[in-house]
């Protein structure tokens, strides 16, 4: 690979270092090590899942040849024409999973070779499977097939293992209708429905049932593809188009009155988090029941505001900041910028709520790896138009590459499609005219809720364009307003920004259209620099049928009593022997700063605090007495300095430095130390003897197993025994077997067995 990386251009080299590796702490020192980088099959899986299903396969085949074949070999293994392969690869290609080599053939990486079975979607071995069996589910499967019966299990295990793959081809013809339903199984996961039909797969040895969950073999698999790599070639699905239909104007008003209405309630009544942060279960159903909607639908709600950072999140989940609250007074098209666009942020993920959800807002960003992130599916909405939700659902799937069965993929998109419909970006398969222009404006910040309020400003200037287009879209908005004697006021229609404005500070917002003015909201507005008569005339204007008497006596009554009383701020009082002493001290010009007032005679208060007001008086000459007047000590000591903060760290060479830096640098590194070497064929042994049984985890979390079979680090796993119980545990210094994995366990401090189909997760241990 570093030959043929050697001879790309500069600008092809900085596109794939910045597509598959980003920003590196370190620079690769020769185009070897970049390589390397670019090999390892961490980095080959990452890669694996921006690839389409189509170049997936190709690229699969290519390293099940060894890593090096011509394109025909490729295209009459999968059953498909030339150009289709030639397209797949050069797809590939930009991505360096694959690359043309000499006489006419194709490379591919070396960390491909060990994804490549999951990648074609082939089941595992019957002598995989049957090795998680008990010897009476053994005998059992024996006597349906009339094999009699056998003395010890490994007796059972061998005659099985000889048997059943031998047995296969035969049995998957000669069952009325096996071939067809184990196809439809291959293709979509899901088992028929009729537990008749499973059960007699079951005694025909054609389906494994393995602690609970039902197995398709490999052998078998082998028979339905009909000497064929895979069952069905993955090709580009067509589009399927739908009539375009109107904006989503309406879903776009109506998520922000739910949004305001929960705003509403938490400013109103502040929820009390959990002590390790977050909203309980309890408070969400009070909150639920509060603004009138579903439990999961404010769980979404609560995440889009802590995303716009319109409420707090963690120990303080659910506060409403000074951003939420001007956020009510926004014109309804920049609000909606404001609550939609931080779900568009590359790193931006909608938690799904779940039967009992507890500790939402947390205020912990999460990554979109383990499933599509909103603004993946709205990028390709935004290309593909208008389409039906299946046809959009298909060619996501293709896309990008991901394990597991059709059926299983498809639902993973739900979420996706959902929140874009939450959010008014896509409405019966139409995507909102203003979801491009959200997609190109600024995003600020690492994640969504964590950027400054700098870069929020910024970004929400970037976004003006999708505001423009949504308020084009709006209609027509009115600034007439109906008043009732009992002080409700109503807009029919929807009302302009300077009437809900008017509005909002005289009242409540107790609906969309619907206010109700309080004294306290007029005293509001007269402490904001309002007169009665200003708030009168603005409310006779508006009013379609005049001011009924009670709103105008309400209104003059909050007038006539307000600025009665006036308060003067002090943080110090100086009470002096003598009423004179106060004329001198206040017409003093060194003491001047203090901004002494006289409150009565022999009382002056000042908004400095007591010492500072002490050290001015002494400079002049006085000498106080009393709280904060004692002079310090000439003595005392002064606190260390703090260091100075150095520079912030970077994240380390862009991807246009670390290409300039390898043309710079030899074409070719030294050649490896011996223990290095010995290192790598030890991991390859590791990888090729363990991968095979770790075809149910992901890929990134299988190889994570691998690297800590073969390097002896320590790994947090979920674990169900042979009973069916689950545990989580970290084991160290993992050793293989060749049936199972013996390691030390924390939990019990000592040696435990772990069958590798029963590990369900893989982290790596804290």
Known sequence: ?????????????????????????????SFDQLASLLSAPQSCAEALRSLDRSAAQVVAVLAGAGGRAEPQAVAAALGVDEPHVLASLQRAERLALAWPGSAGTWRTAAGVAHLARQVLERGAPYDELLMHLGIVELRALMG??????????????AELEQVLPQRAPAAVDSAPGARELLTALARSGDLPDDEAVVQDLLDRGLLVRVQGR??????????????????????????????PGPAPVAAALRLLAAAGRLLDVLAADPPKALVSGGLGVQVLRRLAKAVGSELDEVVLLLQLLASARLVSTGQTAGAVTARGLRWRSLPEELAYVQLVRPQLHPGAVLEAPTD???????????????????????????????????????????????PGARSYRLRRFAQPLAVLELLAL?????????LEALLTADQPGPAPGFGGDSEEVAADESAAGAAGLLAAQ????????????????FVAGRPGAGL??????????????????????????????????????????????????????????????????????????????DPVLGVELLHDKRLRALGLVEVVPGVVTSDKPPAAVAAALRAAGHAPVGEGATKPSSKATRSPRRPSAGPARSWGPSPAEVVAQLRRAPARSPQLQPDALARARHEKQVMEALWPRLRHLPGDEALLLVSAVALG???????????????????????????????????????????????????PAS
């Open 1 to 29: 690979m570093s030959g043929w990386l050697v001879d790309q251009e500069d600008q092809e080299l900085i596109a794939l270092v910045s597509r598959r590796l980003g920003r590196m702490v370190r620079a690769p020192a």
């Open 144 to 157: 349906r097939l009339g094999l009699g019966s056998a003395r010890s299990r490994n007796d059972a295990l």
């Open 214 to 243: 039902t197995y398709l073999p490999a052998e078998v698999e082998e028979q339905l593809r009909a000497g064929h790599v895979v069952l069905d070639v993955a090709h580009e699905p067509q589009q399927q188009a739908v009539v």
């Open 356 to 402: 009992a959800p507890s500790g939402v807002l947390l205020g912990v960003p999460r990554t979109g790896r383990d499933l599509p992130t909103t603004r993946v599916v709205a990028e390709v909405v935004a290309v593909r138009g208008p389409e039906t939700d299946l046809g959009l659902t298909a060619w996501l799937d293709w896309s990008a590459w991901q």
């Open 426 to 434: 896509r409405v019966a398969g139409t995507p909102a005219p203003w």
């Open 474 to 489: 709006l209609p027509p908005s009115q600034e007439d307003v109906v008043l009732q004697a009992d002080g409700t006021a």
């Open 500 to 577: 809900r404005a008017l509005l909002d500070l005289l009242g409540d917002r107790e609906s969309e259209h619907t206010w109700r003015l309080s004294a306290k909201g007029v005293r509001e507005a007269l402490d904001a620099g309002r007169t009665g008569e200003q708030l009168l005339t603005e409310l006779t204007a508006r009013a379609q049928h005049g001011v009924p008497g009670v709103v105008e006596h309400l209104v003059r009554d909050a007038a006539a009593a307000h600025g009665r009383i006036e308060l003067v701020g002090a943080r110090t009082v100086l009470r002096l022997a």
């Open 713 to 763: 680090v320590p790994v947090e796993i979920d674990y169900v025994d042979t009973g069916g119980s689950p545990t989580t545990r970290v084991v160290a210094d993992l050793e293989d077997t060749g049936h199972l994995l013996v390691g030390h366990c924390r939990l019990r401090d000592d040696e435990r067995m772990f069958a590798p189909l029963g590990i369900l997760g893989v982290r």
